[in-house]
């Protein structure tokens, strides 16, 4: 089976964190690259905590890596240490280790717009971020995102729920709501995970053990993996 090449853009607190541990393990997904944003906590921060987490995940270590903008494009820049922490993955202590690895010269613009060009097929772009990054790229070789792009997954904006960072605003709409519009605004193939998702998500006992939990693999059994396979297949199903 081909597996579907990816590029991530993230600004990664625990949730990107955990999102970049899936799709480097995930045997579907061809991980191209990852391009980093502000969000959570500042950009430099992003890229020393994403360059950690993809040691954790065994990620190829010639994975090319590269830190964008640090600020929205009109707003004042947001951050949440509230929420992930002062270093943006819970405070863990001890700290994930230092990693060898270092992180492209060149902005994450380039890197997007370089990587679609390269990519003998169309590319999968995950978004979970403020849209900084992805609205510049797309302004920036609008012909490009048209022919190399297979889909943008963007994880925010919120429909019928309120929001997470304000009444009525998911926090990777409000983090730069300009570079938001631009890019849901630019007819590109989008597909939106919204805030109103996230809140019905929920995993059984049997389903969290197929996961490796340890304290619940041995009172699952066997049978998790047949109580987590329709879910499992829908969520491959959706993803390509």
């Not at 002062?86 to 001890?94: A, E, M, T």
């Amino acid at each position: 089976m081909d597996r579907m090449p990816v590029i991530l853009d993230v600004d990664t607190g625990v949730d990107d964190a955990l999102a970049l541990l899936l799709a480097c393990r995930c045997p579907m997904l061809e991980v191209l690259a990852v391009t980093c944003v502000h969000g959570n906590i500042g950009v430099d921060a992003v890229v020393e905590n994403t360059l950690r987490v993809l040691d954790a995940a065994g990620a190829r270590a010639d994975l090319p890596v590269a830190g964008g903008f640090g600020e929205p494009l009109v707003q004042p820049v947001q951050h949440c240490p509230e929420i992930h922490g002062k270093d943006g993955l819970g405070d863990l202590s001890p700290p994930l280790p230092p990693s060898p690895r270092k992180a492209r010269p060149e902005h994450a613009v380039q890197l997007l717009n370089d990587t679609l060009r390269e990519s003998s097929r169309p590319v999968t772009v995950l978004a979970l971020a403020p849209l900084t990054n992805i609205a510049i790229a797309i302004r920036t070789e609008p012909k490009l995102w048209r022919s190399k792009l297979a889909r943008l997954v963007w994880m925010g904006g919120a429909v019928a729920v309120g929001g997470n960072a304000t009444a009525w605003s998911e926090a990777n709409a409000a983090y730069d709501p300009e570079a938001a519009h631009m890019v849901l605004t630019s007819g590109l193939p989008l597909l939106m995970y919204p805030w109103d998702m996230f809140l019905k998500l929920s995993y059984t006992k049997l389903e969290l053990s197929l996961w490796g939990d340890p304290d619940l693999e041995a009172e699952a059994g066997a049978s998790a993996a047949a109580a987590a396979a329709p879910r499992c297949a829908a969520s491959e199903a959706a993803a390509v």
